[in-house]
C-alpha cells in the first residue's frame, strides 16, 4: 500500500468546521463531516509515530479577494479569509506540532502556486496518503495533481468529506479509476504506516 516513503497530506482540516454550525455556510459540507474530519486525527497520530512525515494544506485568501480567480465563478461564497481565526488550522481538534509542515494555498490544488511539490520531494516521498476536505473539491484536485507529477496515492475513506454524499461518493471513484486501490480504509492504513 505504502510504496518507498510515504507523507501524510491533511488538507484544509481548519477552524470553521468545528465553530461554525450555520445552517448556511459558504461551502457545503455533506452530513457527518465534521466526524470524519475528527476521525483523521488517527491518522495523523499514527503517521507522527511511525515518523512519517505530516503536512498540513491550509486554504487561505487575501483581504481584496484578488486571490480567488474563477473559484466564486460557481456555488461557493466567499471562504477562508486569511486574517479571520476560523481559517486557522483546527489545532485543538487535530494537533498541530513543531515538526509538522504548513503549506497556504489559495486556489483547491496544494500544488498550484505553493511550495508543496518541493517539500514532499524533499522529504524523498512516493506516495500520499489523503485526509481531510473537500473530497469534491481540494483533495479532489491534489489527488489528481498528484497522479499527474506520478505519486502513488491513497485516500483513507471515512477522514475524507465532501460537499454532499453524492459528489464525495463521485469523487472517490473518479480517484479510484485514477489509481487503481487508491481509496483505503483506515485500518489498513494505520497497518501500513506501523510497518513503514
Known amino acids: 500500500m ?3 516513503l510515504a507523507a501524510l497530506i491533511v488538507i ?21 463531516y465534521k466526524d470524519r474530519m475528527l476521525k483523521a486525527r488517527s491518522a495523523i497520530d499514527a503517521a507522527r509515530v511511525a515518523d512519517i512525515p505530516v503536512v498540513f494544506i491550509r486554504e487561505a ?6 486571490d480567488f ?6 456555488d461557493e461564497d466567499i471562504h477562508y479569509p486569511e486574517d479571520n481565526p476560523k481559517t486557522a488550522i ?3 481538534e487535530i494537533e498541530f506540532l513543531p515538526n509538522d509542515c504548513l503549506i497556504r494555498k489559495r486556489r483547491y490544488s496544494a500544488f498550484l502556486g505553493t511550495n508543496f511539490e518541493t517539500l514532499v520531494k524533499g522529504f524523498g516521498v512516493n506516495t500520499l496518503i489523503i485526509v481531510g476536505g473537500l473530497t469534491d473539491i481540494c483533495a ?23 460537499s454532499s454524499l453524492a459528489v464525495h461518493d463521485v469523487s472517490l471513484a473518479a480517484m479510484e ?4 486501490s487508491a481509496i483505503r480504509i483506515l485500518d489498513e492504513v494505520l497497518l501500513a504506516m ?3
Open 90 to 92: 483546527a489545532v485543538e
Open 194 to 196: 506501523a510497518k513503514a
Open 69 to 74: 480567480g474563477r473559484e466564486l465563478g460557481g
Open 12 to 32: 484544509d482540516i481548519q477552524a470553521s468546521t468545528f465553530i461554525d454550525d450555520s445552517a448556511v455556510r459558504s461551502i457545503d459540507n455533506m452530513a457527518g
Open 140 to 162: 479532489h484536485y491534489t489527488f489528481v495533481d498528484s497522479h499527474q507529477s506520478d505519486y502513488f496515492c491513497r485516500v483513507i475513506d471515512g477522514c475524507v468529506g465532501g
Open 2 to 4: 505504502i510504496e518507498g
Open 61 to 66: 485568501h487575501h483581504f481584496s479577494l484578488v
Open 177 to 180: 479509476y485514477l489509481q487503481t
